[in-house]
């Protein structure tokens, strides 16, 4: 099983600033994608930025490029969100998930895990 644990959500003020941090543990081979996603009350669950292993890309939401950069350490199985001029908008709950390949019984799998998830609000 792969577990992650997230932190760093909080209350700021419109045009502040959070770093999110989540740090996956468990049975990991590889991890082949991670990132974030946020849900807004109301809404559905959207893509926020995200690394991909295979490729070597990082992918942004279009509302959070030029806000928010993803970052990663790999020696800590960890990727962080840097959120600057945050919005009203851009509150909700956010959340960490990674794609990741482990051995189960000889057998190599993959695996979607998700965090349990870290609320930002943003006050206007």
């Known amino acids: 099983q792969v577990q992650l644990v997230e932190s760093g959500g909080g209350l700021v003020q419109a045009g502040g600033s959070l770093r999110l941090s989540c740090a996956a543990s468990?049975?990991?081979?590889?991890?082949?994608?991670m990132g974030w996603y946020r849900q807004a009350p109301g809404k559905q669950r959207e893509l926020v930025a995200q690394?991909?292993?295979?490729?070597?890309?990082?992918n942004y939401a279009d509302f959070v490029k030029g806000r928010f950069t993803i970052s990663k350490d790999n020696a800590k199985n960890t990727v962080y969100l840097q959120m600057n001029s945050l919005k009203p908008e851009d509150t909700g709950v956010y959340y960490c998930?990674?794609?990741?390949?482990?051995?189960?019984?000889?057998?190599?799998?993959?695996?979607?895990?998700w965090g349990q998830g870290t609320q930002v609000t943003v006050s206007s």
């Open positions: 690394f991909t292993s295979g490729s070597g890309s990082t």
């Open positions: 468990g049975s990991i081979f590889r991890i082949n994608a």
């Open positions: 998930s990674c794609n990741v390949d482990y051995y189960s019984g000889g057998v190599r799998r993959g695996y979607d895990a």
